[in-house]
């Protein structure tokens, strides 16, 4: 070693290692909000969003004005104030009649099988799981905005069907119905109304296919539900089962009086109290729901 050479200075001691501080994870309120806040966006940037909305409004308007052409007659011609459950089928847009509500078929096609059917087959899932984080919370998300927008939907058709049939009846001198009797099946047809966009979300992630939920939505219950219940009704312990099938049990639900004529009791097909009615309903939405959830899932990792 040279005595005469510089001294080498000393080497400043490097910074002890520290592993890096990963950000807080977003709690699950902020992320489902934000998931909403994004399905709202997307649900007003589509044109069929306000067709459907327009075509509703209009159909509340007309059943309003035709509402003086439904009211009983006197054996003398002059009319009578429409009864309670004729009053209840006529805001919930006979689903006796249909078997189904038309605002359910016509706002299931936006709100219940858009969102998922929609970006399965088009192949935007993808940008909606990037942009939401988590395929369970965009499923919870588009399940929760469209429980809201169809029963914020259903709510703005009865007040307006309301309106336009209570002045139409006052400017032609007919008696108003008793309006507050019709309370009971009203709230339960708002949550009926509310199980179609789960069913239509859970039925589109199980089908992967618009056309074959909104078909199926369409032709079971007023068609395929009633065929199977009697085919079923024949094998041994099974004769009631047409009781408990989910959309005879939804029209149950609506009623606002069980003791009916013998014709309008079949075309309901369940004679369950409204309350039971309206409970074995939620259950059969909240399970097609749940299976849409875990095959929107598996789905998404393919």
Not at 49 to 58: D, F, M, N
Not at 208 to 234: D, H, M, Q, Y
Request: proline fraction near 9%; glycine fraction near 10%; aromatic fraction near 6%.
């Amino acid at each position: 070693m040279n005595p005469h050479a510089p001294a080498t200075p000393p080497t400043p001691a490097s910074p002890p290692l520290t592993a890096p501080t990963s950000p807080a994870p977003t709690s699950l309120i902020t992320a489902l909000r934000r998931a909403m806040r994004y399905e709202i966006r997307r649900l007003r940037g589509l044109t069929s969003t306000r067709i459907v909305l327009g075509l509703l409004c209009a159909v509340s308007i007309l059943n309003g004005i035709l509402l003086r052409t439904d009211l009983p007659t006197a054996p003398d011609g002059a009319p009578l104030a429409i009864g309670p459950a004729d009053l209840a089928d006529w805001l919930q847009h006979s689903p006796t009649a249909q078997q189904v509500p038309l605002s359910a078929l016509l706002l299931v096609f936006v709100f219940g099988t858009g969102p998922v059917a929609g970006e399965l087959r088009y192949g935007t899932a993808r940008t909606t799981w990037l942009t939401v984080g988590s395929r369970g919370i965009a499923y919870t998300a588009k399940l929760m905005v469209g429980v809201a927008a169809v029963i914020g939907a259903a709510v703005l058709s009865l007040m307006l069907q309301s309106a336009v049939g209570a002045t139409t009846l006052a400017l032609t001198d007919a008696p108003q119905p008793a309006w507050s009797e019709a309370g009971g099946p009203v709230l339960r047809y708002l949550l009926v109304m509310g199980c179609w966009p789960v069913l239509g979300a859970g039925l589109a992630a199980l089908l992967c296919s618009r056309v074959a939920t909104v078909l199926a939505l369409t032709l079971w219950p007023i068609l395929a539900e009633r065929l199977t219940g009697l085919l079923l009704g024949k094998l041994p312990g099974l004769g009631g089962i047409t009781e408990v099938l989910p959309f005879a049990a939804a029209r149950a639900a609506m009623r606002a009086e069980r003791g009916t004529d013998p014709f309008t009791q079949a075309l309901v097909g369940s004679s369950l109290p409204a309350g039971a009615a309206t409970a074995l309903f939620v259950l059969f939405t909240l399970a097609v729901g749940a299976l849409g959830w875990f095959a929107y899932a598996r789905r998404s990792t393919a």
